[in-house]
């Protein structure tokens, strides 16, 4: 029962660079979600999927691309890395529009 | 849009008492309302949610949670505290026609003494 994996655990990068946090669910779920959690702010929604290549922008996509050619792997790419995206990033999946999400452990993104 | 508030930052109860996790929202229509649970360094757990029927809605770990439209809250309770309920708890609203706007409170810190 893997679930739901999130690579890398901790990142750090610099501003200006891209990269890309990967997300794989092993349940086939259709639903996918990227979220960041900053204190203070609880978690927001960068951005969701709702079936392979279908996705859609959250509260706060700005700086973000997604894509999803396969139903389990939902990666997040910061084409150029700020300092405001320094955060703690979380994926989820859920199986239906109103079943529970999901998540993964988390990325801990640092940019200097 | 909706949005959800959590008015306590922390929350303290002794072991063996019960437990009491505020929760307000605001959202057009008729809303989906769910409690997560996070434990350090991992992400969130489904404790439960209310879709509609009975506004008593039982969860995970003995927890339930009472959804009252005209107080547009929905409070987790637990009866009786244990010391391994510690953790950061968060709830979430979201509309029924919009699975794409999730909006989860800021959270709250719940620490259990023995």
């Not at chain 1, 922008?57 to 792997?73: A, F, I, L, Q």
């Given at each position: ?112 | ?11 303290n109860v002794a072991e063996g008492n019960p437990l009491t996790v505020k929760c307000t929202y605001s959202v057009s229509g008729n809303p989906y309302l769910f409690w997560y649970v996070q434990y350090p360094n991992r992400g969130l ?70």
């Open positions: 029962d893997a679930g739901i994996t999130q690579s890398p655990r901790y990142k750090i990068t610099e501003t200006g660079r891209q990269v890309t946090l990967m997300c794989h669910q092993t349940w086939s779920h259709s639903y996918m979600f990227w979220y960041r959690q900053d204190l203070g702010h609880g978690l927001r929604l960068i951005y969701y999927s709702a079936a392979a290549d279908i996705t859609d922008k959250g509260e706060v996509p700005d700086g973000y691309v997604v894509s999803r050619s396969k139903t389990e792997n939902f990666p997040l790419t910061l084409e150029s890395a700020t300092r405001s995206q320094t955060s703690v990033y979380f994926c989820a999946s859920s199986r239906g529009e109103i079943q529970p999400q999901h998540f993964g452990d988390g990325t801990r993104l640092s940019i200097l | 849009a909706q949005s959800v508030a959590q008015p306590e930052d922390q929350v757990q489904f404790l439960l949610k209310y879709i509609t029927g009975d506004n008593l809605v039982k969860g995970s770990y003995g927890f339930e949670a009472e959804f009252n439209k005209s107080q547009t809250s929905f409070h987790l309770k637990k009866p009786s505290a244990l010391v391994s309920d510690s953790a950061l708890y968060f709830c979430a609203v979201r509309p029924p026609y919009n699975n794409n706007d999730m909006r989860f409170g800021a959270g709250t810190r719940l620490t259990v003494k023995p």
